[in-house]
């Protein structure tokens, strides 16, 4: 029987479990997702929902691959970066399966994880990668040892100021896909700040100038919802698209791969696709499944790095909230 | 006016070479980019034109060697200037001895200082940026991210730029060149502001220990 991995995603809105075997064939992938009533992600209430599900969802994973706990070979948790708080429920439950099981245990970069089954469902060598989400706006290429950052926010990541806009505007969360079929609505553009620092992106003065259309006297006269959803999504995405031309110019990567739930959009996607066409680049989305948060990715990660390093000593699993990716050497691929 | 050859593709621009009446001159084109909106992407065009074209003119007042502008073609996105002969400072630092890299970078010290002075902020400090003319004079070019500023932070951070640039192109030049380059800058800034020129100074350590650029344990 193939060795197997369950791999635990626990840095923000999702508690995931993923099981997959260690060719990267995937057996299941259970999610549970916070969506608040009101307000964005409190990491108090976050933890709660976890806490009280993350038995369920595991036991769902394993009854879904068919395989009981005594059958897994490693477990992998997400262990860097995200709140605190929920970080602190996966690599528990790690460590503890991982003790009673008597199995190696090892502890992945939430970001790293994105990049690796992004590559495996796409089968993709060596992309630049384009990594937005509600926490992160990252753009991303493998160079000397690491994932380097070529580009990314310096304030807001771009879901998180997507959703955070929706939520002025009266639209539950997620905002995002709201905010795309608005925009689909309109031609109407309303200039707002572009604002493009070398390969890093500001999104902070993009949000409140859109939110101050909102309290606008204007509003609803002038222009719409619809109009200022087109023109906050051309405006942030022709910044990030501004960003991976410049790194794909620079990196001369020859493939490019959008990942992260903002992934999804489609209006992104067309906009990095005429980028990479440019630079005769294969252009790859992930598939949603694996493009937002999930277990899987983990599990992912976690394989290859066990197969290159080995196990993590207890010790070494403590959880690191701020750790960024290009801290970190990625021995299977030097 | 005639564009004659391509010099250089960059993502955002590209520069021809050409002549404009009998004077050798540089177009600096940006080019049009498919991904975004038409009027959004004229719009940053333009204004990334004009403000470039409005720096170069207005530091020519204070006495700093840029590239002479001619002509403004705000539709076509396009600043035609003198091209100014000579090598990149990236491709001969190597070759000079150490007395010109100290007078060279003592120079460029002082340009710098007399920028940030009077409010500007080059944005992209490099030594692809910086020429050497034949006649040894040294030219600023590429004003294409140039802000007005009066904070020490944007003034520390455009030090802060070059420090890295040579850290990691010239690493063995890095010490000689950056010293002799803050004395330059502070014999000239110190005409103005000793203390405001020592905060700026002292504020890019500060920089070093927030950004992405150092391990983890020095950070603050």
Not at chain 1, 54 to 79: G, P, V
Not at chain 1, 309 to 317: L, Q, R, Y
Not at chain 2, 64 to 77: A, G, K, M
Request: hydrophobic share 40%.
């Amino acid at each position: 029987m193939k060795k197997k991995c369950l791999g635990i995603e626990s840095t923000a809105h999702t508690f995931s479990a993923g099981i997959l075997d260690f060719d990267g064939n995937v057996y299941s992938l259970i999610n549970d997702i916070f969506i608040p009533e009101e307000g964005g992600l409190h990491p108090a209430l976050v933890r709660e929902q976890h806490l009280n599900n993350f038995m369920r969802i595991i036991n769902r994973a394993l009854t879904e691959a068919k395989i009981s706990a005594k059958n897994l070979n490693l477990i992998a948790f997400s262990q860097s970066p995200g709140l605190g708080p929920v970080l602190k429920i996966g690599a528990w439950v790690a460590r503890i399966l991982s003790q009673v099981l008597e199995i190696p245990i090892i502890g992945v970069n939430h970001c790293i994880g994105h990049i690796e089954i992004g590559r495996l469902k796409c089968n993709i060598e060596d992309p630049l990668t384009l990594y937005v989400s509600g926490g992160n706006t990252i753009v991303s290429a493998f160079e000397s040892e690491r994932y380097q950052i070529f580009g990314e926010t310096l304030d807001l990541a771009l879901g998180n100021m997507i959703d955070s806009f929706a939520r002025d505007a009266g639209l539950q969360h997620p905002g995002g896909p709201k905010i795309e079929t608005l925009a689909l609505r309109s031609k109407n553009f309303i200039p707002l700040p572009y604002i493009v620092k070398g390969m890093d992106l500001s999104f902070s003065g993009l949000y409140t100038a859109a939110k101050n259309l909102l309290h606008s006297d204007e509003y609803n006269k002038k222009y719409n919802l619809n109009d200022i959803a087109y023109s906050l999504q051309e405006t942030a995405f022709g910044m990030l698209s501004e960003v991976t031309e410049r790194a794909l110019a620079h990196t001369e990567k020859k493939e490019v791969l959008l990942t992260g739930g903002v992934a999804a959009n489609k209006r992104l996607q067309a906009m990095i696709e005429i980028i990479s066409k440019e630079h005769d680049a294969r252009f790859e989305v992930v598939p949603i499944k694996y493009a937002g948060d999930n277990g899987a990715m983990i599990g992912w990660a976690g394989i290859l790095r066990y197969k290159a390093e080995g196990g993590f000593n207890i010790s070494e699993t403590i959880i690191k909230p701020k750790k960024r990716m290009d801290e970190i050497t990625i021995p299977w691929r030097s | 006016m005639k564009k004659e050859k391509i010099i250089r593709k960059g993502a955002e621009a590209s520069l021809y070479y050409g002549h404009w009446f009998d004077k050798e001159v540089i177009f600096k084109y940006r080019l049009p980019k498919k991904y975004r909106i038409e009027e959004l992407d004229m719009r940053i065009r333009t204004e990334r034109t004009l403000n470039e074209a409005r720096a170069l003119i207005k530091v020519k007042n204070y006495g700093i060697n840029v590239p002479q502008v001619f002509e403004i073609d705000s539709t076509n996105s396009t600043i035609i200037m003198k091209y100014i002969q000579g090598d990149k400072l990236k491709d001969i630092l190597s070759d000079l001895d150490n007395d010109q890299k100290v007078r060279y970078f003592n120079e460029i010290g002082r340009v710098i200082a007399t920028l940030h002075k009077n409010g500007h902020i080059h944005g992209d400090i490099t030594t692809s940026n910086i020429i050497l003319t034949p006649n040894k004079d040294i030219f600023l070019i590429d004003f294409g991210l140039h802000a007005y500023s009066d904070t020490i932070e944007d003034k520390s951070v455009d030090l802060h730029l070059l420090k890295r640039v040579l850290i990691s192109s010239h690493g063995k030049d890095y010490e000689c060149c950056f010293t002799a380059f803050l004395n330059g800058y502070k014999s000239e800034y110190n005409k103005v502001d000793s203390s405001e020129c020592d905060q700026i100074i002292k504020n890019i350590d500060a920089i070093e220990t927030r950004g992405r650029y150092i391990k983890s344990d020095q950070r603050l």
